[in-house]
């Protein structure tokens, strides 16, 4: 098991530099919920984002499309990256979108994919801006090979696009090189954050955020958030959103010191 975030806060606050923390959102800030429209973030959470913020830099990188998430969170202070990356918005102008003419490559897809999921119960296909997302969480165990295979069809007759796995979900994605890693990259390049001074920390809970923690292993501190030890790039661990809560309001008492 990787060590404790919260039992190791002084090692991680004391490393040289101003922090910049980057955050995904579900799984997360709120706890991974069988319908994604529920997933709602408390506003205990909430408020501590937003006293962290006036504080520090801080992002939210989601797979949820952008609109969405900036929607949940709804602090216009900070910055927000949908679609693991591929759409970026923030404060001062701040804004990059990656990929935008795949949209019609997407466009086609994501009715074959509605098409191919149409007869298997439980599935969903979400349409984000720049990816398609069939989720499984609700279909039965019995039914996911009939699942997989349609998303491999799928995926076969679009090499543009590039299939990614995570929480119970596949998505159809622009096959470049972009991810979570690279967007936070970027994010501390175009902030002028990619000097020595700043020290970023990355948490989230997905394979996905895998990509930001690797990123960040030379320069900052990932924190994976899961009950469990499976293979990481991270360094620390938190157990769930309410651990992660609890972390980041140790962040703004170490702030305001």
């Known amino acids: 098991?990787?060590?404790?975030?919260?039992?190791?806060?002084?090692?991680?606050?004391?490393?040289?530099?101003?922090?910049?923390?980057?955050?995904?959102?579900?799984?997360?800030?709120?706890?991974?919920?069988?319908?994604?429209?529920?997933?709602?973030?408390?506003?205990?959470?909430?408020?501590?984002?937003?006293?962290?913020?006036?504080?520090?830099?801080?992002?939210?990188?989601?797979?949820?499309?952008?609109?969405?998430?900036?929607?949940?969170?709804?602090?216009?202070?900070?910055?927000?990256?949908?679609?693991?990356?591929?759409?970026?918005?923030?404060?001062?102008?701040?804004?990059?979108?990656?990929?935008?003419?795949?949209?019609?490559?997407?466009?086609l897809a994501e009715t074959e994919l509605e098409e191919a999921l149409a007869g298997i119960p439980g599935a969903r296909v979400e349409r984000k801006r720049f990816s398609i997302a069939a989720h499984y969480r609700n279909t039965k165990e019995s039914d996911l090979p009939e699942l997989e295979r349609a998303v491999s069809e799928v995926a076969a007759r679009h090499p543009e696009l590039r299939t990614i796995a995570a929480k119970k979900v596949y998505e159809l994605q622009p096959n470049i090189d972009w991810d979570k890693g690279r967007a936070l990259m970027w994010l501390l390049e175009s902030l002028r954050f990619d000097r020595q001074e700043v020290f970023p920390i990355y948490i989230g809970d997905d394979l996905t955020d895998e990509d930001a923690f690797r990123a960040l292993q030379q320069r900052g501190v990932g924190i994976l958030v899961s009950e469990q030890g499976p293979s990481t790039a991270a360094s620390y661990s938190l157990s769930d959103p309410t651990e992660v809560e609890r972390f980041l309001r140790e962040l703004v008492t170490f702030l305001v010191q």
Do not use: C
């Open 1 to 107: 098991m990787i060590p404790s975030a919260l039992e190791h806060i002084q090692e991680i606050t004391g490393r040289t530099g101003r922090l910049a923390i980057f955050l995904d959102y579900d799984g997360t800030l709120t706890p991974i919920v069988s319908h994604p429209e529920k997933a709602l973030l408390p506003n205990s959470v909430r408020q501590t984002i937003r006293e962290l913020g006036a504080r520090a830099p801080v992002a939210i990188l989601s797979g949820r499309d952008l609109d969405d998430v900036r929607q949940r969170v709804n602090i216009d202070t900070i910055i927000y990256a949908g679609s693991h990356g591929f759409d970026i918005s923030g404060p001062g102008g701040l804004r990059k979108q990656v990929a935008a003419e795949f949209l019609p490559n997407l466009d």
